[in-house]
């Protein structure tokens, strides 16, 4: 037992360390409401979840597809492609050579950096996201680290934050703040999502 802890403190502390860590989108846990700038503090308005896949570029488009399929797999949420987006669409993605959107430290080969991030656009009249737009970043998703699995586990992140999750601090779950190739949402997650109207 007090062997353990050390071990598990290094792994922690080495994959904050890792370059490429995915987005500081700080999506709201408890249901903090009202903002649509890059603070990122955003309540899903509902778990009837629609989504637009804005013309996806391979490293994204089929992982996209599978990523927002599984989501729609988990228990309170269902996801519906729409042929074209509205004011009410709750995930738009978006994927490209991103440099400074909302001022994010962007993926660049040997620096790593930012390589998604989900922004509230729009808000309901009960200050919940009516819609947000999710940003890949296809420098990253075009280099050899982004492979399949955490392309797919990205896209899942970038989705949980438009349900309203945050960041977990504990390692091992794909809400954790840097990048893994984990693909399934943990019950505390799942929790949230039956909070959901
Ligand atoms: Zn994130």
Not at 88 to 114: E, F, H, K, L, M
Not at 167 to 177: A, D, L, N, T
Request: contains cysteine; negative net charge.
């Amino acid at each position: 037992m007090s062997r353990a802890r050390p071990i598990l403190l290094l792994l922690v502390i080495a994959l904050l360390v890792i370059p490429g860590t995915a987005a500081p989108a700080q999506a709201n846990w408890a249901g903090a409401t009202g903002d649509t700038g890059c603070g990122d503090l955003n309540k899903a308005d509902n778990r009837d979840h629609t989504y637009y896949e804005s013309s996806l570029s391979t490293a994204f488009n089929g992982p996209a597809t599978y990523g927002l399929n599984y989501v729609d797999s988990v228990a309170y949420v269902s996801t519906t492609s729409v042929s074209a987006p509205t004011g009410t669409t709750d995930q738009v993605i978006y994927d490209n050579a991103y440099t400074s959107y909302c001022n994010r430290p962007w993926w660049r080969p040997g620096s790593g950096g930012t390589i998604g991030n989900t922004r509230c656009v729009s808000d309901n009249s009960a200050n919940e996201c009516e819609k947000h737009e999710v940003r890949l970043s296809t420098s990253w998703g075009n280099s050899s680290s982004a492979t399949l699995s955490k392309r797919r586990s990205l896209v899942i992140h970038e989705t949980g934050h438009a349900l309203g999750l945050s960041h977990r601090s504990v390692s091992g779950e794909v809400m954790q703040p840097s990048i893994t190739s984990i693909l399934t949402f943990t019950s505390h997650d799942i929790d949230h999502f039956a909070s959901l109207s």
